[in-house]
């Protein structure tokens, strides 16, 4: 059974930093694109990041450009999990944040192409 779970949400201070995570099980994690994305309140779900394996060791990594610099995906093949690393936070990063994982490998900014979910971890940045 395949399960996506998120955790290290919460409210913080704008400028500040939190890290999500997402275990992933039941499926071959190192093979899969993982994606992140994000809901806030009355907006469709947007992307925000993805890392997909090119070969080898090698993963490639793409960001909205809103969060660019600020935003790094990682990913630990051992310990099938995938975070995502907010630094300098604001306000409008406040959202919904979700994982996904994508069986083609080539979705990346596109959510329809991924195959699983999470249930979402809520990221709150007050001004």
């Known amino acids: 059974q395949v399960q996506l779970v998120e955790s290290g949400g919460g409210l913080v201070q704008a400028g500040t930093s939190l890290r999500l995570s997402c275990a992933a099980s039941g499926f071959t994690f190192s093979s899969y694109s993982m994606g992140w994305f994000r809901q806030a309140p009355g907006k469709e779900r947007e992307f925000v990041g993805a890392?997909?394996?090119?070969?080898?060791?090698?993963?490639?990594?793409d960001y909205t450009d809103s969060v660019k610099g600020r935003f790094t995906i990682s990913r630990d093949n051992a310990k099938n999990t995938v975070y995502l690393q907010m630094n300098s936070l604001k306000p409008e990063d406040t959202a919904v944040y979700y994982c996904a994982a994508d069986r083609s490998g080539y979705g990346m900014r596109d959510r329809y192409s991924y195959d699983y979910w999470g249930q979402g971890t809520q990221v709150t940045v007050s001004s």
């Open positions: 890392t997909r394996w090119t070969g080898g060791s090698v993963y490639y990594a």
